[in-house]
């Protein structure tokens, strides 16, 4: 995880300080106040037609692979408020049912990721300028050929399909 050096309020360099039931904690001796770790919250979701046998995958900014559609958590938005909208907002799908999947930090965009099933009333999307290319995945072809190997995309789906996740760091 990014460790915090300077308070994000005044700028000092923070100290560590120990706070009960916490343990060592970044502390701003200017302030007077700890500073806990601040970082991103997206989502990212594995998008499935209604017979639940396809899953849709993205192309986006010019790169060539498939990713799940995701999206940064607005302030103040619930996470699957954020789900939806991005659905909507990239795809132009209406989201049926949402569910929590799993979550895991990612540090190179100091990131935590919150993974979602979204089931989509129809298959016909209307990408926004976003998206370069989209496609529906057969169950067994998401797995094998959708997102790249040892991304956190296929991580995600190959834990929501074999009920076990494995993150690395």
């Avoid at 909208?85 to 049926?96: F, S």
């Avoid at 979550?103 to 965009?109: L, M, R």
């Avoid at 290319?133 to 790249?148: C, L, P, Q």
Wanted: aromatic share 12%.
């Amino acid at each position: 995880m990014v460790e915090m050096k300077y308070c994000m309020q005044c700028g000092h360099r923070l100290d560590e300080k120990y706070l009960m039931g916490e343990g060592m904690v970044p502390y701003c001796p200017r302030c007077e106040e700890f500073r806990f770790p601040v970082f991103n919250t997206a989502v990212s979701m594995i998008v499935m037609n209604k017979e639940l046998d396809k899953v849709l995958l993205i192309r986006q900014y010019a790169k060539n692979r498939h990713i799940l559609v995701a999206g940064y958590v607005n302030k103040g938005e619930d996470a699957e408020d954020a789900v939806q909208r991005e659905i909507r907002e990239e795809m132009g799908l209406r989201v049926l049912e949402c569910h929590f999947n799993r979550s895991h930090y990612y540090a190179g965009s100091n990131t935590l990721m919150l993974n979602f099933t979204a089931i989509v009333e129809d298959e016909e999307p209307q990408p926004n300028r976003e998206i370069d290319d989209w496609k529906w995945f057969s169950v067994e072809e998401a797995r094998e050929y959708g997102a790249r190997r040892e991304t956190l995309a296929q991580k995600f789906l190959d834990g929501f399909f074999t009920g076990e996740y494995h993150f690395e760091d």
